[in-house]
């Protein structure tokens, strides 16, 4: 079926043919592809192949939104890993947010993934908890652009559907009880001050998974949406030397 929206500017997937190692990044919770797409270009320069799905539902409008599930989400981010399995023989895994959710769920669920690297990933939101409860309310206020740096906006909806929070805290759920499952090396970065996803997130993720290889940096000069913020530069470095770590192994 196709969109009566039509995708946001900023907002399209992006594809960048490299060699046979690549690169899924996933954008998060009503966001869009422009939060992961200066990661995603740096990645292409450094020669990798490199894939940035929109999730479905994201990118368009938030009514949209509203009508998807956490399943659609999850077979936009494998219509992506296919894709780059399609081209590629090595395969790393990164994600935003809700990006890292899903990067977290393909590390559960395809041993093949050779590492990821979750960038503030959600797993639980004490202050979504609520919304389970709530009747008669379709949107809430939005939660994007949580950022540090000065004139920098995500591109993100202006209203969160209910619905959604209601899908993503049953995703989550599922996938902190799965993180036992991931035994590939990691790369988790989390911003010490985060307005969306509390950054105990992140520990929870580096005690429970069982990967041999697992590190843990701190970024204190990002908030939320650190891959649009003040430690965008860090990312990028420290994920290309963790890739080549990796791939050299």
């Given amino acids: 079926m196709t969109s009566k929206y039509p995708i946001l500017e900023g907002a399209e997937p992006f594809y960048f043919e490299g060699s046979n190692v690549g690169i899924l990044a996933s954008h998060g919770f009503t966001g869009s592809t422009q939060s992961m797409w200066p990661l995603g ?7 990798y192949t490199v894939c940035g799905p929109r999730l479905k539902g994201h990118g ?3 009514e949209e939104m509203e009508q998807t599930t956490y399943q659609d989400w999850v077979s936009s981010i494998e219509e992506g890993f296919q894709w780059l399995k ?8 990164t994600g935003l947010s809700m990006g890292g959710t899903l990067t977290l769920y393909l590390a559960e669920k395809y041993p093949e993934i050779r590492a990821i690297i979750p ?3 959600a797993l639980d939101i004490p202050e979504m908890a609520p919304v389970r409860q709530l009747e008669g309310v379709r949107f809430l206020d939005a939660i994007g652009s949580d950022i540090k740096k000065a004139d920098v906006t ?3 909806y202006e209203k969160t559907p209910v619905q959604s929070i209601k899908e993503i805290l049953t995703f989550m759920e599922q996938v902190k009880a799965d993180l036992h499952k ?3 090396p ?3 970065f989390v911003s010490e001050e985060d307005h969306v996803v509390p950054p105990n997130n992140s520990q929870i993720i580096y005690d429970a998974i069982r990967s041999s290889v697992k590190v843990l940096h701190h970024m204190k000069e990002s908030y939320h949406v650190a891959t649009l913020d003040n430690d965008q530069a860090f990312i990028i470095e420290e994920t290309l030397n963790f890739i080549k770590k990796i791939s050299e192994k």
């Fill in 119 to 121: 960038i503030n990933a």
């Fill in 186 to 188: 990691a790369l988790i």
């Fill in 60 to 62: 368009t409008h938030y």
């Fill in 41 to 47: 270009e740096a990645y292409a320069k450094a020669g």
């Fill in 182 to 184: 991931i035994t590939c």
């Fill in 86 to 93: 399609d081209r590629c023989d090595t395969i790393f895994v």
């Fill in 154 to 156: 995500e591109l993100a």
